[in-house]
């Protein structure tokens, strides 16, 4: 099992963006490119364990399907279309870093975000 998070914005985030939220995680934790830089994972720079792999964001034209998959009232204050970041983090070592990733991303571009400590479903 892992520890999710997910990042509804209301603007699109570009490449530097997403990287300012990957430092703002930690300044000294290493990133590794996966499957040619569509996901990135952040890992431990004492040992390199992965502690969260962040995935591409994704178009939602549709504001109904957030609440159907993540829960009511998450979508308040969203504008359609939005963005939805995912990241994935270990359950032991990983929450912080995924919170902090995810609160990042809400605050520079507007919007909320949810984890899966908030539910008792996985995504």
């Not at 990733?101 to 571009?109: D, G």
Request: proline share 8%.
């Amino acid at each position: 099992m892992s520890y999710d998070v997910v990042a509804l914005v209301t603007k699109e985030p570009d490449q530097r963006l997403i990287a300012d939220a990957m430092v703002d995680t930690g300044k000294d934790l290493l990133i590794q490119p996966r499957s040619g830089g569509r996901i990135m994972q952040l890992l431990s720079p004492e040992d390199e364990k992965v502690l969260l792999t962040i995935e591409p964001p994704r178009l939602i034209e549709v504001l109904s399907e957030i609440d159907r998959l993540l829960g009511p009232n998450l979508t308040e204050g969203l504008t359609s279309p939005c963005w939805w970041i995912e990241a994935h983090a270990d359950p032991e070592v990983g929450p912080p870093h995924a919170n902090r990733f995810a609160e990042s991303l809400a605050w520079r571009l507007g919007g909320a975000v949810w984890t899966s400590a908030d539910s008792n479903e996985e995504l």
